[in-house]
C-alpha cells in the first residue's frame, strides 16, 4: 500500500523556519522524482520545489529561492523541505508528491500525501 505522510507543519511567526518532512512507503522511492506543492485558500495547487530521484538536481518557484531547500534521504525514504524566512503568503497546506514516467510502458505513477498545513501569522 503506497503512502506518503507529510509532518511538520504548524503556526509559525514571519521570519520564522519549519522544516517539512514526507515519509514514503509501498514503492521503490529512489527510482521517484519528489515534490512539494502547496494550495492556498481558494487558489490552485502549485508546484514549490523538485527534486530527482538521486537529490543531483533541485528546482524552485521564483516565488520561495533562496528561502526554501529541498532534500531527500534515500537511504529513509523522506523527502524533506526546509522553510526559512517565512512570509504570510506562505501560508497553505503543503502536499508531498511522487512522480516516476517509465518511458519503456509510457505508464506515469503519481502519488499524493494528505497534506499539512503551514501557518504564517503574528
Known sequence: QVQL??????LVQPGGSLRLSC????F???NYVMAWYRQALGKERELVAGI????????YADSVKGRF??????AKNT?????NSLKPEDTAVYYCNA?????ATMRRYEYWGQGTQVTVSS
Open 5 to 10: 505522510v507529510e509532518s511538520g507543519g504548524g
Open 23 to 26: 515519509a514514503a512507503s509501498g
Open 28 to 30: 521503490t522511492f529512489s
Open 52 to 59: 530527482t530521484s538521486a537529490g543531483g538536481t533541485t528546482s
Open 69 to 74: 531547500t529541498i532534500s531527500r534521504d534515500n
Open 79 to 83: 523527502v524533506y523541505l526546509q522553510m
Open 99 to 103: 512522480l516516476d514516467v517509465v518511458v
